[in-house]
């Protein structure tokens, strides 16, 4: 079945890096999801990719919907505390409605 | 606009107790709807979703069910706790295949 393979599994950086972060997979993806999950909270949408090379911004975040359509990146800019959580990547599968989801990136700020 | 509620926010239960988690949707009509459980520090595991009043699809066989007795009310329910059953428990709703969660519920089973 489809499969989304997320890394980095954590991220531990200083507070004014930028990340990157990727999700790939050996299907193709009509759609790329990012989500982001605080402690405690539900996943919240950041950024939805519909057409492949598809570049998209939301404030520092971009991410891109890969060429091939087997791949999406996220970037985050100029990173700040409220950037810790976990990132989800996630695309549609083809045959319900159901959402095929990477196992996440933890992002972790040192002091 | 939409919103999307689950109670309670946290539930410490029994091994053996039965459960009942609540999901709603306000500002949507015919929703899908889905029910997930996350271990901690670990992802998303889907354990049914609905596309409609009364149909349930259950993608992971367990101690749980779910019913859709209402448009926009997903419930999930167990007869007997296990100690297994412990995460955090996350229902959403869906709109042209994005998804869109509410706040979750804590179960701790002791």
């Known amino acids: 079945g489809q499969q989304l393979n997320q890394s980095p599994q954590s991220m531990f950086i200083q507070e004014g890096e930028d990340v990157s972060m990727n999700c790939t997979s050996s299907?193709?993806?009509?759609?790329w999801l990012w989500y982001k999950q605080d402690p405690g909270e539900g996943p919240v949408l950041l950024i939805a990719?519909?057409?492949a090379g598809e570049l998209t911004s939301n404030g520092r975040l971009t991410a891109q919907f890969g060429i091939t359509r087997k791949d999406s990146f996220l970037n985050i800019s100029a990173s700040i505390p409220s950037d810790v959580g976990i990132y989800f990547c996630?695309?549609?599968?083809?045959?319900?409605?159901?959402?095929?989801w990477g196992a996440g990136t933890k992002l972790i700020i040192k002091p | 606009s939409q919103t999307i509620h689950q109670w309670p926010a946290t539930l410490v239960q029994p091994v053996g107790s039965p459960l009942s988690l609540e999901c709603t949707v306000e500002?949507?009509?015919?929703?899908?709807l889905y029910w997930y459980r996350q271990a901690a520090g670990r992802g998303l595991q889907l354990l049914f979703y609905?596309?409609?009043?009364?149909?349930i699809s259950s993608e992971v066989p367990q101690n749980l069910s779910a019913s859709r007795p209402q448009d926009r009310q997903f419930i999930l329910s167990s007869k007997k706790l296990l100690l297994s059953d412990s995460g955090f428990y996350l229902c959403?709703?869906?709109?042209?295949?994005?998804?869109?969660f509410g706040p979750g519920t804590r179960l701790t089973v002791l």
């Open positions: 959403a709703w869906a709109r042209d295949g994005e998804q869109f």
């Open positions: 996630a695309g549609p599968q083809v045959s319900n409605y159901q959402l095929i």
């Open positions: 990719l519909y057409k």
């Open positions: 299907s193709i993806f009509n759609t």
């Open positions: 609905s596309v409609g009043i009364g149909q």
């Open positions: 500002g949507t009509s015919n929703p899908n």
